[in-house]
């Protein structure tokens, strides 16, 4: 994917109860999901998320609020980016090219150098080594699909991870920043079988079941439905 702004849905709900959902009717069928839904949008509108207009970045920021700055799709190409004022930096993964350790390092070294209070990482697709499951499966084929990531040293990416010191990085798991519930998850429906690929329905609807109640920030390398995202026909039923 291209450097471009990922997509945040913010939402608080009323009620504390665990709220669990099923697979939906759809779920295989991304097209005819989105169809059926824009049909029916404002019957199933949820009544506690409100739409919001975007801020432009050189905007003012009025006293007393928290600013968020979100970006995705880096692939280790940070020199040129001029990146806008605010209190907390959001990345929404894919940072690396393979997630190779020193892609990490460096990664690391340009979040150090930026002013923002706080920064909140998740891992995309291309973060192969944050995926310990998948590298545990390339390591064991015969041939490399990733040639340069098949070959490194177990011990090289297990704790990948803690190579993100200048940032907090979110694997399934939440931080509050400023009063604020902050949710990250790297899953995604399969796609040409990159790091955090699951099949769609129950497999990523077990991820999704993970999210807690009460969050106001969720943070995923995917969009939500409708959101315009083309992919090949083939990709879509997998």
């Known amino acids: 994917m291209a450097f471009a702004q990922s997509h945040i849905m913010a939402a608080r709900r009323h009620q504390h109860s665990r709220l669990i959902i ?39 920021k009025p006293p007393g609020y928290t600013r968020f700055v979100c ?8 020199d040129p980016i001029q990146m806008p004022y605010g209190d907390v930096l959001i990345h929404a993964g894919d940072f690396t090219e393979l997630g190779l350790p020193s892609e990490v390092k460096k990664f690391n070294e340009w979040l150090g150098s930026l002013p923002y209070e706080y920064k909140i990482v998740i891992a995309g697709n291309h973060e192969l080594t944050f995926d310990q499951e998948f590298m545990a499966d390339l ?36 931080v509050t920043v400023r009063g604020f519930r902050i949710y990250g998850s790297p899953w995604q429906p399969w796609f040409y079988g990159w790091g955090f690929n699951l099949p769609r329905g129950q497999a990523l609807l077990e991820k999704w079941n993970l999210i807690p109640d009460g969050i106001d920030i969720l943070i995923t390398h995917g969009p939500p439905l409708g959101k315009k995202v083309l992919v090949p026909l083939a990709v879509n039923f997998k």
């Open 22 to 60: 099923e697979v939906d009717e759809y779920s295989s069928n991304p097209t005819q999901a989105f169809t059926f839904y824009n049909i029916n949008q404002g019957r199933f509108q949820p009544p506690h998320v409100q739409m919001v207009d975007p801020v432009p970045h050189d905007a003012p």
């Open 139 to 174: 390591i064991k084929q015969d041939f490399y699909y990733f040639p340069s990531v098949s070959k490194l040293k177990p011990e090289s990416y297990e704790n990948v991870q803690s190579l993100l010191t200048n940032c907090i990085y979110l694997q399934d798991s939440e």
């Open 71 to 78: 970006i995705s799709d880096t692939h280790s190409r940070t």
